[in-house]
Nanobody
């Protein structure tokens, strides 16, 4: 598994971004995937997760109804659609995978991590 996250950028409050997480080795189609974020001076936190088949998803409370996680197994890609962005969403976003079919909210349990992508939301 080799993950690459992209799609971050600078957006005004209320705007949208779509993050992508690609497994360049195309080996994580049977694995759960999580998105995490880390703001300056804060701990890394779970944002969203999706099971291997996409049937199970979960979100942190503050993004429910605004963010949507999905995956295209044929493209070995997991997406995070972020709508109605707020300044407090500003952070570096990371995708992570493990060898399990589902996901977990605990970052320590993920084995594979992609480089982060910066999301900045201006007020």
């Amino acid at each position: 598994v080799q993950l690459q996250a992209s799609g971050g950028g600078l957006v005004q409050a209320g705007g949208s971004l779509r993050l992508s997480c690609v497994d360049s080795r195309r080996t994580f189609s049977n694995n759960g995937v999580g998105w995490f974020r880390q703001a300056p001076g804060k701990e890394r936190e779970f944002v969203a997760g999706i099971s291997w088949n996409g049937r199970t998803t979960d979100y942190m409370n503050s993004v429910k109804g605004r963010f949507t996680i999905s995956r295209d197994r044929a493209k070995s890609t997991v997406y995070l659609q972020m709508n109605s962005l707020k300044p407090e969403d500003t952070a570096v976003y990371y995708c992570a995978s493990n060898r399990l079919s589902s996901f977990t909210t605990t970052s320590d349990l993920y084995r594979y991590w992609g480089r982060g992508t910066q999301v900045t939301v201006s007020s």
